[in-house]
């Protein structure tokens, strides 16, 4: 399961961000497949991105003039997230997969969750809210709307998106500022965390990943857990990058269906399955 994960993770960042005449330009695709979305987190203004990040579109749909709902970016949410849920942040986000090769470097003490955890889980939450919604109609940009998740926080929008693009564009990097140089170290740190803990960005701050979440109880893909087989070892709960006990693997809004706990149960009673858990 782990090399197949990663596998597919390579494998659809590389068809999602395989424009190669974009990196070598410094310039973004701009033709009809950015109006489709990816499911992960995947900037816009990365030079080899062929489509639209979701979070991204929901922003610029609650950006236009006057109060409309964007159905479009909210059915595309809902279509992913009630078949595929947090699978989604598991096996197809590439900021995902930067993370999780990140947290592979062999320095620091590795650890699953940052202290707090149980409180800093719903950061996302507020994230989503303050941020992507309040945030881009009217909180900090008046009048003149601006999309504030990807102004302000997204390091996968500063990591694929600014760096290769003020790399290869000295007119960009000389007009770069006190915003940019926030949003570095949004990521820095970000990065640094990573190396130490599992994935912070998605546990705490992702507002995609606490859509997908909301869904995680009812989606379509499912990681089955086989009751009257378990022998409660906890080598699941063990190998779990959360430490979900084996009645919350797959339901909990935090897990991501990376399929560790698949791997490490002895009984063979986990598995993914289509349709809800039992």
């Given at each position: 399961?782990?090399?197949?994960?990663?596998?597919?993770?390579?494998?659809?960042?590389?068809?999602?961000?395989?424009?190669?005449?974009?990196?070598?330009?410094?310039?973004?695709?701009?033709?009809?497949?950015?109006?489709?979305?990816?499911?992960?987190?995947?900037?816009?203004?990365?030079?080899?991105?062929?489509?639209?990040?979701?979070?991204?579109?929901l922003q610029a749909l609650l950006n236009q003039r006057g109060f409309q709902i964007p159905?479009?970016?909210?059915?595309?949410?809902?279509?992913?997230?009630?078949?595929?849920?947090?699978f989604v942040c598991g096996w197809l986000c590439p900021f995902g997969l930067i993370q999780?090769?990140?947290?592979?470097?062999?320095?620091?003490?590795?650890?699953k969750t940052l202290p707090g955890h149980k409180y800093l889980k719903y950061g996302k939450?507020?994230?989503?809210?303050?941020?992507?919604?309040?945030?881009?109609?009217?909180?900090?940009?008046?009048?003149?709307?601006?999309?504030?998740?990807?102004?302000?926080?997204?390091?996968?929008?500063?990591?694929?998106?600014?760096?290769?693009?003020?790399?290869?564009?000295?007119?960009?990097?000389?007009?770069?500022?006190?915003?940019?140089?926030?949003?570095?170290?949004?990521?820095?740190?970000?990065?640094?965390?990573?190396?130490?803990?599992?994935?912070?960005?998605?546990?705490?701050?992702?507002?995609?990943?606490?859509?997908?979440?909301?869904?995680?109880?009812?989606?379509?893909?499912?990681?089955?857990?086989?009751?009257?087989?378990?022998?409660?070892?906890?080598?699941?709960?063990?190998?779990?990058?959360?430490?979900?006990?084996?009645?919350?693997?797959?339901?909990?809004?935090?897990?991501?269906?990376?399929?560790?706990?698949?791997?490490?149960?002895?009984?063979?009673?986990?598995?993914?399955?289509?349709?809800?858990?039992?």
């Amino acid at each position: 399961m782990k090399k197949m994960r990663l596998a597919v993770q390579l494998l659809f960042t590389v068809i999602t961000n395989g424009y190669v005449y974009g990196f070598m330009s410094g310039k973004i695709y701009r033709g009809g497949l950015k109006y489709v979305c990816v499911p992960g987190l995947n900037c816009y203004s990365c030079p080899g991105a062929f489509a639209s990040c979701p979070i991204g579109a929901l922003q610029a749909l609650l950006n236009q003039r006057g109060f409309q709902i964007p159905f479009g970016a909210l059915g595309f949410l809902f279509v992913f997230g009630s078949v595929l849920g947090r699978f989604v942040c598991g096996w197809l986000c590439p900021f995902g997969l930067i993370q999780d090769l990140l947290h592979k470097i062999p320095i620091f003490r590795k650890r699953k969750t940052l202290p707090g955890h149980k409180y800093l889980k719903y950061g996302k939450y507020a994230v989503l809210l303050f941020l992507v919604c309040i945030g881009s109609m009217f909180l900090f940009g008046g009048f003149a709307k601006i999309p504030a998740f990807c102004k302000y926080l997204c390091p996968s929008g500063t990591l694929l998106g600014a760096l290769p693009l003020l790399g290869m564009n000295e007119s960009l990097r000389a007009q770069t500022g006190g915003l940019f140089n926030w949003k570095l170290g949004v990521l820095v740190g970000i990065v640094i965390l990573s190396i130490k803990c599992f994935r912070p960005f998605c546990q705490y701050l992702c507002p995609l990943g606490a859509i997908y979440g909301l869904f995680n109880k009812f989606s379509l893909v499912q990681i089955h857990w086989e009751k009257e087989k378990c022998t409660m070892c906890k080598a699941c709960e063990k190998a779990c990058p959360v430490e979900l006990s084996p009645a919350e693997i797959s339901r909990s809004p935090e897990c991501i269906r990376c399929g560790k706990c698949i791997d490490a149960c002895p009984e063979k009673c986990l598995g993914f399955r289509r349709g809800r858990k039992e």
